[in-house]
């Protein structure tokens, strides 16, 4: 019997985490013989494989281990109608999540993505990671204007046309050139059986695997979200490791022709992204925005650690301003693998 669902899994060095993601999809009410799970290791060295292959996943080899990498070699293998892209550090919340995007396809064939409608933040986990589950960075936050703790809530603020279908499901159209959301992450997942369809000469490229939503929605004008379709985001976050993380995303965009991933490859799908990135660094030359921006935040979310945005708009800035530097004179970048 061929898989309804493939699960596609990076992973490198995450034994202390991966058990709770396997298991949230082993818990979901569908048929379990329909479910594959495919974990794509870069090299892990603890217990990550042991783990994941007693959960009947399947591992395949990431050599270069960066995620995008890992991303296309599970386009690669999987053999699933539907995929769904998830990281090792989320849980699906509720056990009949699969059961209800399966409902959105069959229900409206115009649908081809679903993304989650939130990015919920475990007990005791640092604040820190709540910045991080709802804008992800100052850069997206600035670009996309959502808020991942409430991703329904933020698109209903940017007034896209949307449509109801059973008491659970939404399908938000988007026109043409605009910018909606950005569908990178959080258990998104789409019609396989169309993606190979529409992109088949794209499916085995790593750039593909990173701008997948992107294009996606650009062709089909749509994508669903589910009330309470919760992710519990397991990934602890420190201050330290958040400035490399942002480092990292900087000179991977900063490096398209090694690393043609992310923004940088999302901005070639809509040009509109290029005039935000502009309009971005004017964002950075005007300090008292900014603070008010951070300020608000704090307010709105009751949590002080959200006027951090303020410090990491400028540690963006900053390294933008060295790479960018660095790169005009000729030095060439070295992107270390998963941000580390």
């Known amino acids: ?30 048929n379990q013989d329909e479910v594959e799970i ?88 640092p604040k820190l990671t709540r910045y991080v589950n709802s804008f992800g960075d100052p850069f997206s936050h600035f670009i996309y204007r959502y808020d991942g703790e409430n991703i329904i809530a933020s698109l209903d603020k940017k007034s896209l046309i949307n449509e109801r279908y059973g008491e659970f499901c939404r399908v938000y159209f988007v026109e043409e050139g605009n910018v909606a959301i950005i569908g990178d992450g959080g258990t ?34 749509c994508f669903g979200v589910i009330d309470n379709d919760a992710i519990n985001h397991y990934t602890t976050v420190k201050f330290k490791t958040y400035l490399k993380k942002l480092k990292f995303r900087v000179m991977m965009n900063l490096n398209p022709e090694e690393n043609s991933f992310g923004f940088t490859a999302r901005s070639q799908i809509n040009r509109k992204l290029k005039t935000r990135k502009f309009l971005f660094l ?17 307010s709105r979310k009751k949590c002080f650690t959200f006027i951090l945005h303020f410090t990491f708009v400028y540690y963006v800035l900053f390294q933008i301003v060295i790479y960018s530097f660095l790169k005009v004179v000729g030095f060439k970048l070295k992107v270390s693998s998963y941000g580390k």
Do not use: W
């Open 1 to 30: 019997m061929s898989p309804l669902i493939s699960f596609i899994m990076p992973a490198l060095n995450e034994e202390k985490r991966i058990a709770t993601a396997l298991n949230s999809i082993r818990k979901q009410t569908i």
């Open 282 to 298: 004017l964002y950075c030359l005007l300090p008292p925005i900014v603070l008010i921006d951070s300020t608000i935040m704090a």
């Open 188 to 221: 998104t997942m789409f019609d396989f059986e169309y993606m190979k369809m529409q992109f088949s000469n794209r499916t085995n490229d790593p750039v593909f695997a990173s701008t997948r939503f992107d294009e996606v929605v650009s062709k089909t004008g």
């Open 38 to 125: 495919l974990v794509i290791d870069g090299g892990s060295d603890d217990k990550t494989r042991e783990i994941a292959e007693s959960y009947g996943a399947r591992i395949i080899e990431n050599p270069k281990t960066v995620p995008e990498e890992a991303k296309c070699l599970g386009l690669i293998n999987c053999t699933g109608r539907y995929i769904v892209f998830m990281d090792a550090d989320e849980e699906l919340a509720h056990e009949d999540q699969m059961k209800r995007r399966l409902e959105l396809f069959s229900s409206c064939d115009k649908v081809k993505a679903i993304i989650c409608n939130c990015l919920n933040t475990p007990k005791g986990y």
